[in-house]
């Protein structure tokens, strides 16, 4: 790809995130966080399948990143704000967020290094992707059966 083609597609991800993060902080306000997290953790698993079996014409593989981005990726920076403070109430939020946000940079720190290495091994991006949309598929399980922020006293 050229320099041209690579500068398009990163305005456009800017500015699917940008609108993302409004939409999901609009999901967020409106339907609640499991519903958010259900949304989210979707979309970038559908996102993930996709692009490990892509085949198709160019407009499907940017929908498919583009419905990860709208809906996934913001969660992780509106996503974690919002379950410190249904989870220990908005009195403590402020200690606990800045550890949240620290935890949260570890993914993004270790992911280029898996997906490198991952390639390097097998030759192919599709199995580790597959393997995340599982670990996706795991979170939404585990959101509809376990999740329970109740951290808060009463």
Known sequence: YTAA??????????????????AVGRILDKKGLK???YLSYSA????????AFFRAPLPLFLFLINLGLFFGC???????????????????????????????TIGPMIMPILLGNAYDFLGSYSPLLLALAAIQAVYIF?????????????
Do not use: D, H, W
């Not at 083609?5 to 409004?22: H, P, Q, R, W, Y």
């Not at 970038?44 to 692009?51: H, K, N, P």
């Open 44 to 51: 970038t698993a559908i996102s993930m399948v996709g692009l």
């Open 74 to 104: 913001p969660l992780g920076t509106v996503g974690g704000v919002a379950a410190t403070k249904e989870a220990a109430g908005e009195e403590n939020m402020q200690e606990l967020v800045g550890i949240f946000a620290c935890c949260m």
């Open 35 to 37: 519903t958010a997290l």
């Open 5 to 22: 083609f690579a500068s398009l597609c990163a305005a456009i991800e800017n500015a699917v995130m940008a609108a993302g993060k409004i």
């Open 142 to 154: 585990f959101i509809s059966r376990v999740f329970k922020l109740q951290l808060k006293e009463e």
